[in-house]
């Protein structure tokens, strides 16, 4: 990745602006340097004994022309960086949604959250930083010609001192960089390590040797190292700046103690140079401060760009044409094998099918010992794993012809770890009446109920609602097949035995074609056949 991404996307998000923010950023300098040079002038007057209303309106004229100017560029160059900023959140959640399942939940949700949410306020910043840098820089320019029209030793003075300054804190911030790289890595790290305090804190409830080793071991030391690493670069930069900061007034020590031992110079003009030397100070800081905080933006966007690279590489080509459900007669895997690779690229398990198929309107459980392929073998089945090798077909014809899309609209799936949306996204209308039908079969209508005509009234209910609610969603997506990954495993018994021997037989009765994956074995008889599984390819089929 080049660097000066910063500039490109601030350029390319300004939608021709640029020029206009940059000039306004520079006007704003010259104007600010214009009230240096109308002081200096009256200073004149005033020695004569005469105060001159001209330079005092040229001085409120100069300003107001700051003020407008500067008040331009800072504003737009804000509204561009957030720009910059909403663009490439929608850019990484684009990208996100064509990333095929498998390659979903390889990714590390830490690095999501951070890429996407993470501390973007750094580029608003940047961008305002940028602005009074631009501004600072043009005063500047027209200070040093000032100061050269006084006296071209005085000027060269100050330049050299300011430039021999400047290079030495660019050879701290290259230090700096490396050290913030280096804080980054290990940020992302700690994230990882947070992710097991997060999500695996009831097992560290339970398990105090478990818990004080993660959090001594781990938490303690990695959060430490970060610290340290950080600390070096800040106080890194600290040194730079502190020495930057104390050794611009060089130049004016220069001009009072060494430059009168070669040149003759009156004390009006010694005194004008050391005025703009000192007013010049101020803009300068603002220069140089910007640095670390554009290195910061720099390397958060190189960041985020690999990463949209990296999404995009492996994304699906998602049509644009509407989304047609399908009907069909048989869906049927072919041959089909599939493989959970490891990082390295090293097969870990695999899901070997040479015949499954699913008719219309049929009842089929899978069972089968744990990591035996039947969660993997229903994502198959609705498209979501696309198989190494093999065919999926839908009454003969390959899925690829028909659409992945429109594939994939036959089913509705309820999976072990489902996320239960509050709204029904994308079911419009909401059959209200269904909905108080399922709600009443799944014993929530006393707690739940439809809102807004699209959003359930809450989701903060028990483990076993929550799955029952989640029935209810994928009942009226009204789709042809339903996908049923263990749900009545939470269930009570009481329940259990009414979902199977009354409810699926209704949603049969209603067209619906289901596959459910159960260990029930007592309710084995309400379906069509009953598919075992084992390491990874079908062990048995018995037909009811």
Do not use: W
């Not at 994939?408 to 489902?418: A, G, I």
């Amino acid at each position: 990745m080049k660097r000066g991404i910063f500039f490109r996307l601030l350029k390319d998000h300004s939608k021709g602006q640029a020029l206009k923010i940059f000039a306004a950023a520079i006007a704003s300098g010259f104007m600010q340097s214009l009230t240096i040079l109308v002081v200096s002038f009256a200073l004149d007057d005033i020695k004569a004994g005469d105060v001159s209303i001209r330079y005092f309106l040229l001085f409120l004229l100069s300003v107001g022309a700051y003020f407008v100017c500067y008040r331009y560029a800072v504003g737009h160059s804000t509204t561009v960086a957030l720009k910059v900023v909403s663009s490439l959140q929608m850019q990484l959640t684009n990208a996100l949604k064509k990333l095929p399942l498998r390659n979903f939940e390889q990714l590390d949700e830490g690095q999501v959250y951070n890429e996407i949410i993470g501390n973007k306020d750094i580029i608003v910043e940047a961008a305002r930083f940028v602005v009074m840098a631009v501004s600072g820089s043009s005063l500047m320019v027209v200070a040093f010609a000032f100061s050269l029209y006084l006296s071209v030793s005085g000027f060269l003075v100050i330049l050299l001192t300011l430039v021999f300054g400047i290079l030495f804190l660019s050879l701290v911030q290259v230090d700096v960089m490396r050290l913030q790289q280096k804080a980054q890595s290990l940020d992302e790290r700690f994230i990882r390590c947070l992710k097991d305090v997060i999500f695996g804190f009831t097992e560290l409830k339970m398990n105090k040797a478990k818990q004080d080793e993660l959090f001594e071991v781990e938490v303690v030391s990695r959060a430490a190292e970060c610290t340290k690493i950080k600390q070096q670069s800040e106080q890194s930069l600290v040194r730079g700046l502190a020495f930057f900061s104390s050794f611009v007034f060089f130049p004016v020590a220069a001009i009072v103690f060494i430059l009168p031992g070669f040149i003759e110079l009156s004390f009006e003009d010694t005194v004008k140079l050391i005025g703009i030397t000192l007013f010049s100070l101020g803009p300068l800081s603002s220069i140089v401060m910007a640095l670390p905080v554009l290195s910061k933006a720099e390397m958060m966007l190189i960041n985020v760009k690999k990463f949209q690279e990296t999404l995009e590489q492996m994304g699906e080509t998602l049509s644009s044409d509407p989304v047609v459900p399908l009907d069909f007669q048989r869906l049927e895997l072919r041959n089909c094998k599939f493989h959970y690779k490891s990082e390295d690229g090293l097969p870990q398990f695999s899901l070997d099918i040479d015949q499954f198929h699913l008719d219309k309107n049929e009842i089929v459980f899978l069972t089968g010992g744990n990591g035996s392929g039947k969660t993997s073998l229903m994502k198959v089945l609705a498209g979501l794993y696309p198989p190494d090798s093999g065919e999926i077909t839908i009454d003969n014809r390959s899925i690829d012809d028909v659409g992945l899309a429109n594939y994939r609209s036959s089913f509705s799936m309820v999976l072990m770890n489902f996320h239960l949306f509050e709204k029904l996204y994308g079911v419009v209308p909401v059959d209200t009446a269904y909905c108080q039908e399922l709600l009443k079969d799944m014993l929530l209508d006393d707690k739940i109920s439809l809102v807004d005509g699209c959003r359930f009234s809450s989701t903060e209910v028990s483990s076993g609602q929550r799955k029952r609610l989640a029935v209810v969603a994928a009942c009226l997506e009204k789709k042809d097949i339903l996908l049923f990954d263990e749900v009545a495993a939470d269930f009570d018994p009481i329940f259990r035995k009414f979902f199977y021997e009354e409810f699926i037989p209704k949603l049969r009765q209603s067209g619906k074609t289901i596959l459910a994956i159960s260990h029930d074995d007592r309710y084995y008889h309400i379906a069509d056949r009953v598919v075992t599984m084992r390491y990874g390819e079908i062990d048995s089929t018995i037909k009811s």
